[in-house]
């Protein structure tokens, strides 16, 4: 089972596989593979996550997510999800909201006192990319891959570039 959400009238699915853990105490069910899908890996209960082989090769979702993150999101939260002065970090965010939370906030947006973050609910950039940037703060919130663009990652599935133009139309 995954995890489906329908997004600007097309359904996309999503997902990323475990990795090397750095020694932070988390919950295994967070990161633990249960599945994998044309380049997509899932969790046991269906929610995307990463794939991090021993040599440092990620997913595609994870380097996908990397360069999304930093085309939408770093401009407020700061390089690799690390905050600013102007928004807080958000490298957590993945783990601490979950998949729903995460969902919810970047599609509807927030409102926290003086703080807010706007709905990207219409932007394609972000809405066709948004298990992409999820799986990478999910990696980025448990240290399992350090700040800076990934080194290696796998090729682009046929089935994630098709789903990607479909989107982006």
Known sequence: MKTTHCILALCLAGGIA??????????PAIYEVAESEDGRYYTEDGTPT????????????????FRRYHAECHVC??????????APAVKNSAIDLGYDGFFDVVVNGRENGNSVMPHFGE??????????IYVYLKARGLDAVPRGRPAKKEAKSDVIR?????CMG
């Not at 939260?77 to 102007?86: F, L, R, V």
């Not at 098709?162 to 479909?166: L, T, V």
Request: aromatic share 10%; hydrophobic share 30%; glycine share 10%.
């Open 162 to 166: 098709e789903d990607e133009d479909a």
């Open 123 to 132: 932007n394609r950039n972000v809405m066709c990319y948004l298990d992409d």
């Open 77 to 86: 939260h700061g390089p690799d999800g690390e905050g600013s002065t102007y």
């Open 50 to 65: 990463f794939s991090i082989t021993e040599d440092g090769t990620v997913d595609w979702l994870t380097f996908s997510g």
């Open 18 to 27: 475990a990795p090397a853990m750095a020694e932070k105490a988390v919950d």
